[in-house]
C-alpha cells in the first residue's frame, strides 16, 4: 500500500517538472514553405466576325443619335428671354390726293348724245352746274360727261374744264346720226351755223287758234361769246311744265333741237315753265332764228316767234333774246 502512494507522488513530480520545461522553452517555430510560381498563359480573344462589328457600331450610333434628342414628352428647357426690341417703323407717307376732273357750266348749254351739233340733245346746263368728265373726242374740244347716270357730251368753249389734262379719248364715241335730205350741213359748233345776214322774215299770221296764240319777243341784248334765247311758256298768264319749245332757220322749217319748259330730268334747277336754247357759241352769230312750240308728234301748237341776232356785240345789238309764249 506504502508503496503504491509513493508512486503516485513519483509521478506527480515527472508531470511537474516536464511543464515548467515547457514554459521555460519556447518551441521553435515552422518555417512555411515559398510558394510556387506557376505560369498562366495569356487568354486569347475570341475571334471577331466583321459583319456582326458593323451592326454593333450602327446600334451604338444610333443609340447615341437617340440619346442626343431631346424627349418629347419631356419640355426642352426654355432659353431665357432677351428684351426684344420693338422696330420703329418708318412713317407712312402721306399719299398725294388725286383731284377728280370735271366741268363748271358757264353759260346755259345743250348737253347732246355724242361730240356734235347733228346729235341729239339730251338735255341742258346752268351756269354754276359742275359734272364729272369721263373722256372727250379726238379733236379735243368737247367734253364727255357724267349727266345724271348717262353719257353726255358739252362743247370745251362753253365749260371750264379742271383737272383734265390727263383725260382720255372716250372709246364709247356713238357714230354721228346719218343726214336728212331736209336737215341743214352739220355745223362745227354747238348750234347751226346761221344763215347769212337778211331782213326779218315776219311771222306768218296764223290761220287757226293754236293752244298758245301769243310768241312774244320780250327783248334781246348784247352778249360776248355766245348767242342764246330763253323764255318761259305761260297759259293765261301762269307758267306751265312740260311743252316742248323748239327753233329753225325758217318759219315751220327743220326742227334744229327742242327742250321741254320747266325743270325735268337733267334740269331740276330750272324755273316753272322755263327753257333755254343755245344758238351758237363760236363763229357767225348773225342770222334769223324762229321759234315754236311742238306737240309730242312735232305738229306746231303755237305761233311763231323770230329773232334777229347780230354779228357782233354792242349796244343796241342783239345776242341774248327772251321770247315768251302764253296762250
Not at 514553405?33 to 457600331?57: H, I
Not at 351755223?193 to 310768241?215: D, K
Not at 336754247?277 to 308728234?297: K, M, P, T, Y
Request: charged residues 10%.
Amino acid at each position: 500500500m506504502m508503496f503504491r502512494q509513493h508512486a503516485i507522488v513519483a509521478a506527480a513530480l515527472v508531470l511537474l517538472l516536464t511543464a515548467c520545461r515547457a514554459s521555460a522553452e519556447p518551441p521553435v517555430p515552422t518555417r512555411e514553405p515559398a510558394p510556387t510560381f506557376t505560369p498562366t498563359l495569356a487568354e486569347q480573344p475570341p475571334p471577331v466576325d466583321p459583319a456582326a462589328a458593323a451592326a454593333a457600331a450602327t446600334t451604338a450610333a444610333q443609340q447615341t443619335a437617340q440619346a442626343a434628342q431631346p424627349n418629347p414628352e419631356q419640355p426642352a428647357e426654355q432659353p431665357a428671354e432677351q428684351p426684344t426690341e420693338q422696330p420703329t417703323e418708318p412713317p407712312t407717307a402721306t399719299p398725294t390726293p388725286v383731284l377728280a376732273a370735271e366741268v363748271v357750266i358757264n353759260s346755259n348749254v345743250n348737253v347732246r348724245g355724242g361730240p356734235g351739233t347733228t346729235y341729239n340733245i339730251l338735255g341742258a346746263a346752268i351756269p354754276g352746274e359742275r359734272f364729272p368728265v369721263t373722256g372727250k373726242n379726238q379733236a379735243g374740244d368737247w367734253w364727255q360727261i357724267n349727266f345724271y347716270g348717262q353719257a353726255g357730251w358739252v362743247f370745251g368753249a362753253l365749260v371750264t374744264a379742271q383737272n383734265a389734262e390727263s383725260v382720255e379719248v372716250a372709246l364709247n364715241i356713238p357714230a354721228p346720226p346719218p343726214p336728212t335730205a331736209t336737215s341743214p350741213a352739220p355745223p362745227p359748233a354747238d348750234t347751226p351755223v346761221p344763215q347769212p345776214a337778211e331782213q326779218p322774215t315776219p311771222a306768218p299770221a296764223p290761220s287757226q287758234n293754236y293752244e298758245f296764240n301769243r310768241a312774244l319777243v320780250q327783248r334781246c341784248d348784247p352778249n360776248e361769246g355766245v348767242t342764246y334765247v330763253q323764255g318761259t311758256v305761260y297759259k293765261n298768264s301762269s307758267p306751265v311744265n312740260g311743252y316742248l319749245v323748239t327753233f329753225s332757220y325758217a318759219p315751220d322749217g327743220p326742227q334744229v333741237a327742242t327742250v321741254i319748259s320747266g325743270p325735268h330730268t337733267g334740269y331740276e334747277g330750272w324755273g316753272t315753265g322755263f327753257y333755254s336754247h343755245i344758238l351758237q357759241s363760236n363763229g357767225a352769230r348773225e342770222g334769223n332764228w324762229f321759234f315754236w312750240i311742238v306737240d309730242g308728234s312735232g305738229t306746231r301748237i303755237s305761233a311763231i316767234a323770230n329773232v334777229h341776232t347780230d354779228g357782233e356785240a354792242g349796244d343796241g345789238k342783239c345776242q341774248q333774246a327772251v321770247v315768251d309764249f302764253d296762250s
